[in-house]
């Protein structure tokens, strides 16, 4: 099965995507967390950082966020020049500061200037490959028929599917049923959407076997080791997550001010610590150290006193007294 890691803001940043490939497999890409390119500026720092800073042996996907054509094209281009040869458009995005631009999933509410706005992006001749990371509807999971029927008219080489509608966020379950629209015989579709275990993941798969890849965000951060587990059957021990978590941790000491690698730290810890028994009191000390050796301690006192659950996956609503609201973009 083909798995792909979808983009956390502030979570998947370069460093997580280049510790997470050298020490699990299975992901075959990698999205980045989206990117702006507003009214003919370039990239901001905090985006070229993002994208240049690469292991060139990741696949990654960069990710646009923008209601406008010219927008979106001229920073393809960007891209393309940095080395990229896939984008992906978002479409999916519920935030309210993103949608109250008339952004990411706000584009869905019209479905004639989605079109337009879709029109004047495959306009441009020169652009590499385009997927699309989308929601079934802004309210009405009822309008997700119209707006399918709206992106396979374009050459998208993916379209993949969050199965929720803008106003639920990640709440309730999502409509796979949603899927049965798509025609997998002429696109690529990609399903996302709370894959938190193999089991969730070879279901989807069962019901509609034709489907390209899977994407796994949240299940993924809690359990690094997922994408492996449902590729190779290799399922995640503790020696191994401390290995990762104590390299993220280095990598980020070595790259950036304490107070914001402790800010970065406590969003990882707040999925990881959701795969431990009896982890709660261990996340509360984490989420108040104030210092790198503070926080290493907690990490350390974690391992050694919590053992992993029989199934380490992620459970948004038995773990949502202490889990972060990063959303998956």
Known sequence: MTIY?????????????????ECFTGVSKYFIPFITSVNGSGLT??????????DCDVFCVPQILTKDAESFVRCTRMLCELGYDEINLNLGCPSGTVTAKGKGSALL?????????????????????VSVKTRIGYTDPGNWPQIYSVLAEYPFTEIIVHP?????????????????????ENTNI????????????????????????????????ANPALAREICAGKA?????????LT????????????KAVLGRMDEIMSYVAAVFENSRKYLKRLRKSRYTDEFTAALDDLFDECELKSAPYYDPLAFSASASSTPVI
């Open 109 to 129: 509410r019209d479905t004639d200037n989605l079109k337009a706005f879709l029109d004047a992006v495959f306009a441009a001749h020169d652009l590499p490959r």
């Open 164 to 184: 929720r509608t803008r106003s639920e966020f990640y709440k309730g379950a999502p409509y796979k049923e949603a899927l049965s629209v798509c025609e997998f």
């Open 45 to 54: 720092n905090r985006e070229k950082r993002s994208l240049l800073q690469f």
């Open 190 to 221: 990609v399903y996302n959407g709370d894959v938190f275990s193999p089991k969730d993941a070879f279901d989807i798969k069962r019901v509609y076997p034709d489907l390209s890849a899977v994407m796994c965000g949240r299940g993924l951060v």
């Open 247 to 258: 390299k993220l941790l280095y990598t980020y000491t070595n790259d950036r001010p304490e």
């Open 5 to 21: 890691f979808a983009p956390l803001e502030g979570i998947t940043d370069s460093i997580y995507r280049s510790a997470h490939h």
């Open 236 to 244: 995640l021990d503790k020696a191994e997550l401390k290995r990762f």
